[in-house]
């Protein structure tokens, strides 16, 4: 299950900045030109919890609180040993069932003459019971054999059928278990930071039991919050900048990616009577993910920020929203 969970996006090194106070009074005492809203927000990201699938002991937790993790990496392992007997046993019964189909289509083969000799047999008895040399008898019993050696043949069959069922069962039980056996592996499904360690070796855990659980920082966002006749001049992909409290100096280049279809009551982070007067929309603001990425080392957990949107896309950035990391964020 994925939920998210507050975090701060330290793309630089910090500058020197004064305290909270003095940073948000200094960030509204700065102008702001006609075509752009803003609005108190915070640096946001998608926690996902690393898991087992099946129930199970945990063997060794490679990663610690606080460890920065990449996608794929092997981060714990639990105890699969019965599932790796378990899988010899079902491969060496996949190969003996090869073998049995290979005995099985040999005999077929086998029957297979036999029918075409007792036919052959009963083809000559009938021609000389027409030319008086054989009797009726005689040619019952060649019928007889040929009957059979049909029955023998269809029997055969039958034997070759089942075989490879039983190879495709085998093999399906082979690659089950083999899934198991990789299961028992965990990696991270995305490239984040640790935050809980849930689990510690010789533990046994449940199917789904969580071992650890980090921030997804390929999707980091700040989420704000606008009035109607702001939110309602928004579209999707507008520009956006973002001034966090320790670096109230750079503006991070950011997009809307999503606008709520409906209000709803102004949460507690919200500090300004403007935006407390009324219901607002939830406004998401995507940081560009080149630009993650390429600092995704240094991101951390902390602070709020001030979100900017530009709502008249003819309007001109005030210098003070300038950002110098837009060619980045494109790349």
């Known amino acids: 299950m994925k939920r998210t969970l507050v975090i701060l996006l ?3 090194a910090v500058v020197g900045a004064g305290g909270a106070g003095a940073w948000y009074m200094a960030s509204r005492s700065r102008a702001l030109p006609p075509g752009f809203a803003y609005g108190n927000g915070r640096i946001e990201a998608t926690q996902v919890d690393v898991a087992t699938k099946a ?14 993790v990449h996608q794929g990496e092997v981060v714990a392992h639990m105890d699969v040993a019965e599932t790796a007997a378990a899988l010899r046993t079902a491969d060496a019964q996949a190969s003996q069932a090869r073998q049995s189909r290979d005995t099985a289509f040999h005999v077929v083969e086998q029957r297979k ?3 075409d000799l007792a036919a ?11 030319k008086g040399f054989a009797t009726e008898q005689k040619v019952d019993q060649y019928r007889t054999t040929k009957l059979t050696a049909q029955a023998a043949l269809a029997a055969a069959q039958s034997s070759l059928a089942a075989s490879e069922s039983a190879i495709r069962a085998a093999e399906a039980e082979v690659e089950r278990l083999t899934r198991m056996v990789d299961d028992g592996t965990l990696t991270a499904p995305k490239s984040g930071r640790v935050i809980y360690r849930l689990a510690e070796p010789g533990e046994v855990l449940g199917a789904g039991g969580k071992v650890l659980t980090f921030i997804d920082l390929s999707d980091v966002y700040m989420t704000i919050f606008l009035p109607a006749s702001d939110a309602g001049a928004i579209t999707l992909g507008a520009e956006a900048r973002l001034l966090l409290e320790p670096l109230p100096d750079r503006a ?3 997009a809307v ?8 009551f102004t949460p507690k982070q919200v500090e300004t009577q403007r935006e407390r007067d009324r219901m607002m929309f939830r406004v998401k603001l995507r940081v560009a993910r080149p630009l993650v990425e390429k600092y995704l080392e240094q991101v951390k957990t902390g602070v709020t920020g001030v979100g900017y949107v530009r709502m008249d896309p003819k309007a001109q950035w005030p210098t003070w929203l300038q950002s110098d990391l837009v060619g980045e964020a494109a790349k």
């Open 257 to 264: 990616s999503f606008v709520s279809a409906r209000a709803q």
């Open 55 to 68: 129930a199970g002991r945990v063997l060794d937790v490679l990663a610690e609180e606080g460890d920065f």
């Open 120 to 130: 052959k047999e009963l083809e000559r008895q009938e021609t000389l019971v027409a």
């Open 113 to 115: 003459g036999e029918l």
């Open 10 to 12: 330290a793309l630089l």
């Open 252 to 254: 991070v280049p950011a």
